[in-house]
């Protein structure tokens, strides 16, 4: 069967921190809105911490699935694969797939992903924990980019941008 394609979606600051302790950096409803609208219908994959930081748990409409060392790990509305490998694999026969994280899950899946849907905040945060890797411009070409808009809530700075793997 066909593998699917494969996504990251990540939402990154400039020195591309993605979380801390446990938590996303900024919760900007623009970015969580788009979030669902490409996602929605695909199959996400996640890693444990990342499951476990879901505030309702597995997100609806979407097939979940956690990628765990633990076969024992409890994860209602979602199944558990013991490797990133196992849980794309599970998905052979898909379109597409999104990987949503966190950072252990991000820096395996960026070898194999075909296509990046960034989120950039402007702002940087003290005691980030969590890191994206480096995202090298010989590998990834920028192909959509969104203006930078400002979340009323917060005051952070943000733009949307799809990077594509070089051929
Ligand atoms: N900004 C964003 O877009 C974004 C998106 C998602 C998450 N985040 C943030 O990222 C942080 C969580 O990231 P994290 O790196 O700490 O955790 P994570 O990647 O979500 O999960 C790590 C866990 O995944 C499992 N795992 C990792 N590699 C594995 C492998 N090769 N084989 C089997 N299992 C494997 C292990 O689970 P077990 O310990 O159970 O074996 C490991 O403890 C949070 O702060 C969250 O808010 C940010």
Redesign the pocket.
Known sequence: MKNPAINI????APDLA????????FHVSADLRRFKELTMGHPII?????FE?LPKGALPGRRNIV????RD?NAPGAEVF???EAAVAACSGTGEVFI??????YS?AIAVADRLQLTRFDRTVAGAD?FFPEISADTWSPTACSEWAVDEKSGVRYCFETLVRQK
């Open positions: 979606i990540v939402a990154v993605i979380g801390r302790r446990g938590d996303l950096l996640m890693g444990r911490k990342t930081s990628i765990s060392r633990n790990f013991p490797s990133l949503i994280g966190g950072a252990q899950i395996q969590c």
